[in-house]
């Protein structure tokens, strides 16, 4: 394998919540498998310790930082604190990582070495090579189903973009931060790909088995699925509409009338969406598969 001494300093971020029961674990892993990454563990206050446990291994090793947060704000608010940390702390790549060890350390080094020929590298269960282990049919449907939607409506050619493993260059990073991403929830996954995407950053998949979670609970949940499909939906008419709106144009020989009347159809498709996606958050399904 291609070295990785040339990518400069490399932060591990993981997100945890109540995951007292792995992180013993994938901090060790970790450091076995990639002893010059930097670890930060973002805890958002674990009633189980975790956080407190975060501390004893960082006073034991100085490749291991915590940081705190207040309460539970979900994954996505997580990683953004995790990222401007990393960022402020100069790291040259900065990687997204779960705690339960559905990512494997042992396969962290393949999905680092991609990052020498691609701006973001997106550990991947869905291109050739990749699979998930232990991962009920349901679950397995959902997220194949919810790769395949995004790519269908936002004409995103990434195979598998809910992932959650993913490895950026500092510079890819500050840059696809200053486009919106979902505050909270696992939309961010799909915001960073979405973001890199369409400022042309180059994004390469590796393979990766995802192993299912053996210790701890997920924190996936309907509602979050939910959510996600709004905002995929919401986002994918927008992109349908601007990407209309230029060919009418065109079509018109761009002529201010054809912008004028797309502009209108284009706005009343936002409006429309924006309306469907409120009522669906207050009256649509609770719960329901993962
Ligand atoms: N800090 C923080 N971490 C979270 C939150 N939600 C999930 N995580 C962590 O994010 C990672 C992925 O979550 P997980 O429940 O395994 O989701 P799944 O793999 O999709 O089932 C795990 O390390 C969780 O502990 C949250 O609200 N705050
Ligand atoms: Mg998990």
Redesign the pocket.
């Known amino acids: 394998m291609q070295s990785n001494d040339d990518l400069g300093r490399i932060l591990v971020i ?6 007292i029961d792995n992180l013993d674990m994938i901090t060790r892993r970790l450091r076995a498998s990639v002893p010059e990454a930097h670890i930060l563990v ?3 206050n674990s009633p189980d310790g975790t956080g407190r446990r975060a501390d004893e291994l960082a006073a034991e090793d100085d490749h291991i930082h915590v940081l705190h ?1 207040q309460g ?4 996505g608010a ?1 990683y953004k604190a995790g990222f401007a940390w990393g960022l402020e702390q100069d790291y040259d790549v900065l990687v997204e990582f ?3 060890g ?1 990512h494997q350390p042992e396969q962290l080094g393949r999905v680092l070495a991609a990052l020498h020929d691609a701006d973001m590298v997106k550990g991947s269960r869905w291109v050739p090579g990749g699979s998930v282990v232990n991962w009920p049919l349901h679950r397995e449907l959902l997220s194949r189903g919810g790769s395949i939607y995004t790519r269908l409506m936002l004409g995103l050619p990434v195979r598998d973009i809910t992932g ?1 493993l993913n490895a950026f260059h500092a510079d890819t990073l500050r840059a696809i931060l200053n486009d919106p991403i979902d505050g909270q929830g ?1 939309g961010i996954q799909r915001d960073l790909t979405w973001n890199a995407h369409k400022r042309g950053f180059r994004i390469t998949e590796v393979p990766i088995e995802f192993i299912e ?1 053996t210790r701890g609970e ?3 949940s309907g509602d979050v699925v939910k959510e996600a499909m709004i905002r995929t939906t919401e986002l994918g008419l927008r992109h349908r509409g601007q990407q209309l709106k230029d060919t009418v144009g065109r079509l018109r020989g761009g002529t201010e009338h054809a912008g004028e009347v797309a502009g209108r159809f284009v706005g009343a498709v936002s409006r429309a969406a924006g309306e469907a996606a409120r009522t669906v958050r207050k009256n649509g399904p609770k719960g329901g598969a993962r």
């Open positions: 993981i997100p945890t919540y109540n995951e973002v805890d958002d947060r539970k704000e979900g994954l997580a779960d705690a339960d559905s959650g696992y979670r997920s924190k996936m």
